[in-house]
């Protein structure tokens, strides 16, 4: 890339940067330490506020470079991420937000703890948040390290890496200074900011084809490798058995991991009622809907306009389709208009990345000082202290995210979400439903359900071709692949609803009916909530 799109796009980092560090500061300086400010900023948050800072968390890297990408190399069978991501929200709101927002107090293992046995709950789902969490970041550090590496010419991997490193450290200081408050604001001006962009660029898209989207289809299978198959399914997904698996697999994870991510529940604890909560679903659907339809737009148009061969040329895994699809938008290479609009576009993206990363930060360290140091410490321990450790735990999230980002900066971030989600539905989602809805839930078969969907997850991942056996693995040298399925949740899902209900069914503990009675109500109709 010229040298000015690397100093325009670098300045508009530094401007970002400056302005949440900004944010930190301020908050910082008004923070009373309490785990309800740090956790969940006092709860003062508005719908509209809250709504807009659940579509900033949600809409990450993954969405904005990795599903764009998926859709310029695969067409229809990249837009099924699109897809997926947008209904799961409809299972959020009609199954979890207004629940857990009266049932819980700042994470998910709140909600399962109210009827159960504390300390063995919280270690299991505290360990599972964490577990996702740093999934989930591994993708983000995978987005900025291929958009720093477009910006810089695509040559050096020393600046790929210290960028995976920085972003890093931003978010353990936003975390650790700022807290909820600091994070929200965050993600609402990232929020903003990525709205605006990807719709001027959708409109610039659907202005190239005069407003035609037949003709932008028709343009995007001629410019792709597959012809007309580019608009039809089983680019990715289709062909034997293993493929039509691995997309039924997927499509479960996408569609119920989100009722699962730590860092998306905890934003219903932000606001000061039930009815909030549900308000601020309603708020982030509409923004989250938009947006999805708008990165179908982008796909479809970095594929018609630049070529599938051009987007793999640039990354392998399609991550940096959308900046080389700004600046051939703005006039093309080397023109003031390309440059400019590569330039924004790139730092809207490196917004994006700093704040979702910031959110699941949050989450994951409130698991890990909340649930597991809470349930390990000794009484009587000053409630303070809890902050503190969430705090330093920030710092070794941190560090395990950047450890495995660089790792994993060959994959697609879209990929490597879908991941994440996958192990959300398997551990998290389980045993929230059944605290929610079964009388005879126990102990026990809250944990079971965690562990039991948790550990295959996690291993059929490790023992799958993402890690090992083909080219595009983690490890391409070696072999030790034996699952088929490059997405768990197909089998990992079901064996956390069955884990849990086998738990369940053998306990000797016999369950607490005056507990559920009182969750129930509490779940219901928001009496005694916090």
Not at 466 to 486: I, W
Request: one cysteine or more.
């Amino acid at each position: 890339m010229s040298g000015d799109h690397q100093t325009l796009a670098l300045l508009l980092f530094s401007a970002f940067i400056a302005l949440t560090l900004g944010i930190t500061t301020w908050v910082g300086r008004h923070r009373h330490g309490s785990p309800e400010e740090f956790y969940v900023g006092g709860r003062l948050f508005s719908p509209m506020e809250n709504g807009f800072a659940i579509a900033g968390d949600y809409m990450s890297a993954a969405s904005f470079l990795g599903i764009s990408g998926l859709i310029a190399l695969y067409g229809y069978d990249g837009m099924l991420y699109s897809v997926g991501f947008l209904v799961a929200w409809l299972v959020v709101l009609l199954l979890v937000a207004e629940l857990v927002r009266n049932c819980g107090r700042f994470t998910l293992a709140d909600v399962v703890a109210a009827r159960m046995r504390e300390r063995p709950v919280r270690i299991a789902a505290g360990t599972s948040s964490v577990t996702v969490s740093v999934l989930y970041l591994v993708a983000q550090m995978v987005g900025a390290g291929s958009l720093v590496a477009l910006l810089l010419g695509g040559t050096s991997e020393s600046a790929r890496s210290w960028t995976v490193i920085g972003v890093g450290a931003l978010m353990v200081i936003y975390v650790s200074f700022g807290g909820m408050r600091a994070t929200t604001w965050i993600q609402i001006v990232k929020a903003v900011l990525l709205m605006t962009g990807a719709t001027v660029l959708t409109v610039l898209v659907l202005a190239r084809f005069h407003g035609d989207f037949n003709a932008l289809l028709d343009s995007a299978a001629r410019q792709s490798v597959h012809g007309r198959d580019f608009l039809a399914p089983g680019l990715r997904y289709g062909g034997d058995w293993t493929a039509r698996l691995d997309f039924i697999s997927l499509g479960l994870a996408l569609v119920l991991g989100t009722a699962g991510l730590p860092h998306i529940l905890s934003r219903f604890y932000t606001v000061p009622t039930a009815r909030a909560a549900r308000r601020s679903v309603v708020w982030s659907i509409g923004l989250i809907g938009s947006f999805y339809l708008m990165t179908i737009v982008l796909g479809f148009g970095a594929a018609a306009i630049l070529g599938t061969d051009e987007v793999r040329a640039s990354n392998a895994a399609g991550n940096t389709a959308v900046p080389l699809l700004a600046q051939e938008l703005g006039g093309g290479p080397g023109s003031t208009g390309g440059t400019v609009l590569f330039a924004v576009v790139a730092a809207v993206a490196f917004a994006t990345i700093l704040a979702v990363v910031a959110g699941i930060t949050l989450a994951s360290s409130a698991s890990v000082a909340h649930d597991l140091y809470a349930s390990l410490r000794r009484s009587g321990a000053k409630q303070r202290s809890e902050v503190a450790v969430a705090r330093i735990a920030a710092a070794g999230i941190g560090a395990t995210a950047i450890a495995l980002g660089l790792i994993a900066r060959d994959l697609n971030v879209a990929f490597l979400v879908g991941l994440a989600f996958a192990v959300a539905a398997s551990a998290n989602l389980p045993v929230l439903l059944y605290s929610l809805f079964w009388r005879n839930f126990t102990t026990r078969g809250a944990v079971w359900s965690v562990y039991g969907g948790l550990i295959p997850a996690v291993l059929l991942v490790v023992l799958s071709p993402v890690v090992s056996g083909s080219p595009e693995a983690l490890f391409p040298g070696v072999d030790f692949q034996v699952f088929p399925l490059q997405n768990p949740g197909a089998v990992s899902i079901p064996l956390g609803f069955l884990a849990g209900w086998i738990g369940t069914v053998t306990s000797s503990e016999p369950p607490d009916e005056s507990k559920h009675a009182e969750t129930e109500v509490r779940a219901l109709t928001g009496a005694g909530a916090v």
